[in-house]
């Protein structure tokens, strides 16, 4: 078996320091595509901002956040998840530079939560329901596992 410095496993990046911005670039790609297949939806007159935000919520969040649980989170993460999704709900609303809004009002307006905030409670919610299986589970028992060797 080859050593390698990062390889695709069900569609998310695993790097060899086990960082997560690698996948995060990658999901943030995808989820650009995403949305930029659904261009004649978040343009459409007869769509309310409900039903646009309702179809951005499950057809390109959905792709952005896959597998976020796992991530190991920064700030540096954070701001890139965050800036994209705001420019996204941005063009839903249609509202293009140099008009502005501030983060607190789209996301009242969009009834989104922070990016922080919502990684933090799927994470709870993950770890609840790993919690919840039987202590034979591999999933469980990666989440206790404590390695035998010691950092010198």
């Keep these: 078996m080859e050593d390698v410095e990062s390889f695709t496993y069900l569609g998310s990046i695993i790097d060899k320091q086990g960082g997560s911005d690698a996948d995060v670039k990658a999901r943030i790609g995808k989820a ?82 922070p990016a922080e905030e919502e990684i933090r409670k799927r994470r709870w919610k993950w770890i609840g329901h790993t919690l919840r299986k039987s202590s034979n589970c591999i999933t469980r028992q990666a989440l206790f596992w404590n390695p035998e060797w010691k950092w010198k």
């Design 32 to 113: 650009r595509t995403a949305f930029l297949q659904l261009k004649n939806i978040w343009n459409s007159k007869q769509l309310s901002t409900n039903i646009k935000v309702r179809i951005f919520n499950t057809n390109v969040k959905a792709v952005l956040l896959y597998r976020d649980e796992t991530w190991r989170i920064t700030t540096t993460i954070i701001k890139k998840l965050q800036v994209f999704i705001n420019s996204c709900l941005c063009k839903i609303l249609n509202i293009h530079w140099p008009d502005t809004i501030s983060n607190s009002l789209l996301w009242e307006r969009t009834n989104q939560l």
